[in-house]
C-alpha cells in the first residue's frame, strides 16, 4: 500500500469512530453496569446523540438564515453575540484556457498571469 493508500484508510477509519462513537459509548458505559439496565444506558445514548443531530440540523438552518440577513442588509460586517459575520466578494474567475490563447498572442499580458497553490479537498462519498 502506498503511503497515500495508508493514510486514506486511517482517515476512514477515523470517520467510521465518528459516526459509530455513540454505539462505542453505549458499549463503554454498558461495561460497567448490570445486564438488567444495559439496553436502557444505549438507548438514553442513542437518543442524546438524536438530539445533537436535531441540534446541528436546527444550527445549520440558523446559520444560512443569518447568511441571507447579511447579504439582504447591505452590511459588510456584524459582531455581536460572541459572533463576526464578514460578507466576503464573490470569486472573480475567467476561462483560463482562452485568456492563455490570448496571452500567447498578446504576450504583454503574461506578468498579470498568477497561479496559485494547488489544493486538495476531501469529500466522503457513499456507496
Known amino acids: 500500500m502506498t503511503s497515500i493508500e495508508d493514510n486514506v484508510q486511517k482517515l476512514r477509519e477515523i470517520d467510521d469512530s465518528i459516526e459509530n462513537y455513540p454505539t462505542l459509548m453505549g458499549d463503554i458505559l454498558c461495561n460497567h453496569v ?37 447579504l439582504a442588509s447591505g452590511e459588510k460586517t456584524y459582531e455581536g453575540n460572541g459572533y463576526r459575520i464578514t460578507v466576503m466578494p464573490g470569486r472573480v474567475s ?34
Not at 438507548?43 to 440577513?69: C, N, P, W, Y
Request: charged letters at 30%.
Open 94 to 127: 475567467w476561462d483560463g484556457k482562452k485568456l492563455d490563447g490570448y496571452m500567447v498572442a498578446h504576450p504583454e499580458i503574461t506578468p498579470f498571469r498568477k497561479v496559485g497553490n494547488p489544493f486538495v479537498t476531501i469529500k466522503t462519498i457513499k456507496g
Open 34 to 70: 448490570p445486564d438488567s439496565v444495559k439496553d436502557k444506558i444505549r438507548a438514553m445514548v442513542a437518543d442524546m446523540f438524536g438530539t445533537l443531530a436535531q441540534i446541528k440540523t436546527v444550527r445549520e438552518a440558523q446559520a444560512e438564515t443569518v447568511k441571507s440577513d447579511m
